[in-house]
């Protein structure tokens, strides 16, 4: 067990007692807020092209059903090929769900993981600093 040499009432605090207050922990040299950062960055670093933002949007879209990938190719023109490219990555990162239907491959926003990164963001520039007024991100035209 390690001893962080922070005193509480004068007792010091073990590695257990730091994470239940503090919420990180050193995991291979990095915090789990770090690991989150950085899973958060791969995750913008992804929708970075503006080719997978537009499939990223179009997928919001046709949520919950989601589109097949002809169907993808079509509404934004996008060759299969860089389409494949591009929906593999989102998939890496786990920004769209993808279903086998016979021959076809069904892909659909991953709302969950979405909310996560909207959520990191929210709760640092709309709750706990007021950077941004939530009421002003309620509706993005």
Not at 32 to 55: C, H, T, W
Not at 63 to 92: C, R, Y
């Amino acid at each position: 067990m390690i001893r962080i040499p922070i005193s509480f009432n004068a007792l010091p605090l073990d590695s257990a007692s730091y994470f239940d207050n503090h919420k990180n922990m050193e995991i291979k040299g990095a915090t789990v807020n770090e690991q989150k950062v950085s899973r958060y960055a791969d995750m913008f670093s992804a929708m970075g092209a503006a080719p997978r933002l537009r499939i990223v949007r179009l997928l919001l879209a046709a949520h919950p059903g989601g589109m097949v990938v002809n169907e993808i190719g079509e509404e934004l023109a996008i060759a299969n090929s860089t389409l494949s490219h591009h929906l593999d990555k989102l998939k890496n990162e786990d920004l769209v769900e993808v279903q086998r239907e016979g021959t076809f491959l069904r892909y659909s926003a991953n709302t969950k993981a979405l909310a996560e990164l909207l959520g990191f963001l929210y709760a640092e520039c709309c709750t706990r600093n007021k950077a941004v007024e939530p009421q002003r991100i309620t509706c993005c035209k």
